[in-house]
C-alpha cells in the first residue's frame, strides 16, 4: 500500500471512530466520559509517523504485552467525551505506540492527550487478539443501558443464561452475534485484575462480554462492526423489556427454530 493510501485508510479508520462516538451518544450510552475506544493502527504507519517526536514522557501500561512491541494505536482520551469525539476525534483521543519494554507507550500525535483510564484492558485485549492470529483490531467499552440493567439479576449473570434468552427475542441476534455474551463480575474500572477476567471471557470464544454493574467490552475487525454487535445484542434486551411492561414473560423462539437457524446460517452450536 502507498503511503497516500495508508494516510487515506488511516483516516477512513478514525472517521468511522468518529462515526460510532457519535452514534453511543445518541444512544444514550455514553453519559459524561462514559466509554472508551481503542483501534490497533500499525498497519497504516508509515515511515513519516515512525518518524515522529514522542510528546510525553514514556508512561507504564501496567502490564507487559509482548506482541504489542512498536504497534501503534488510536485511544479516546481519558475524561473526553463520546459527543465531543464525534465531532473532532483527534482533539479528544490520541496515537500512542508501545514502547521496545513492551510494558510503557509514549504519546505520538496529534495533541498530549492521556489515552483512556481503561488501557490495561484495551492493550492486553489487542495483545492477546495478535496473539491468536485475529483479524480483529477495534475494541469498544460502553454503557448500554438495558445490557447493563440485565447484570444486576444473579440469574442473568450464570453463564449463557442472557445469551440465550436474548438470541431467542429475534433471529437476527444469533446471526450477527453467534459467540453470545460473556459475562465477568464485578472488577474495579481500570484495573488490571479487569484487564486479565477480559481476556479469560474473551479466550472463552466471546466477542462481546459483560463487565457486571458496569457496561461492556466489545472486539471486531473494525469499530464499526464492535458497535454493531453490541447494538444487536441491547436491542434484543430492550424486546425483552418491552414484552415486560407489557404484562407478560416473552416466549423467545423455541430450541427448534433457534436449532434451524443456526443449521441454515451455519452458525455455532
Ligand atoms: P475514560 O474516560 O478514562 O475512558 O473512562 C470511561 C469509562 O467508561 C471507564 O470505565
Ligand atoms: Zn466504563
Not at 498497519?43 to 504497534?71: E, F, H, N, V, Y
Not at 494505536?73 to 464525534?86: E, I, P, V
Amino acid at each position: 500500500m502507498s503511503i497516500l493510501d495508508k494516510r487515506a485508510a488511516l483516516k477512513a479508520e478514525i472517521d468511522k471512530v468518529a462515526e460510532v462516538a457519535g452514534y453511543l451518544w445518541q444512544k444514550g450510552w455514553a453519559e459524561r466520559n462514559g466509554g472508551n475506544i481503542t483501534v490497533n493502527i500499525t498497519q497504516w504507519a508509515d515511515d513519516a509517523m515512525r518518524a515522529l517526536p514522542a510528546i510525553s514522557a514514556a508512561q507504564p501500561i501496567g502490564k507487559t504485552l509482548p506482541r504489542l512491541k512498536g504497534c501503534w494505536f488510536y485511544c479516546k482520551g481519558t475524561g473526553r467525551r463520546m459527543r465531543d469525539l464525534a465531532r473532532d476525534p483527534m482533539a479528544n483521543g490520541s496515537i500512542i505506540r508501545i514502547l521496545d519494554d513492551c510494558a510503557s507507550y509514549e504519546i505520538v500525535a496529534d495533541a498530549p492527550v492521556a489515552p483512556t483510564s481503561e488501557l490495561p484492558s484495551h492493550l492486553a485485549v489487542h495483545d492477546y487478539l495478535l496473539a491468536k492470529g485475529s483479524p480483529y483490531r477495534a475494541s469498544l467499552h460502553t454503557h448500554p443501558i438495558e445490557l447493563v440493567a440485565l447484570t444486576h439479576s444473579r440469574q442473568w449473570m450464570e453463564k449463557d443464561a442472557a445469551t440465550r434468552m436474548l438470541w431467542s427475542m429475534i433471529p437476527e441476534t444469533k446471526a450477527f452475534c453467534p459467540r453470545g455474551l460473556g459475562m465477568v463480575p464485578y472488577m474495579l474500572p481500570s484495573s488490571v485484575e479487569l484487564a486479565e477476567a477480559t481476556i479469560r471471557a474473551i479466550d472463552e470464544d466471546y466477542d462481546v462480554v459483560m463487565w457486571e454493574k458496569h457496561g461492556v467490552f466489545a472486539v471486531d475487525t473494525d469499530i464499526m462492526d464492535a458497535f454493531d454487535q453490541v447494538d444487536v445484542l441491547n436491542k434484543a434486551a430492550q424486546i425483552y423489556i418491552a414484552a415486560k411492561n407489557m404484562g407478560f414473560t416473552p416466549e423467545g423462539m423455541s430450541d427448534a427454530q433457534m436449532k434451524e437457524l443456526s443449521d441454515v446460517f451455519h452458525l455455532p452450536k
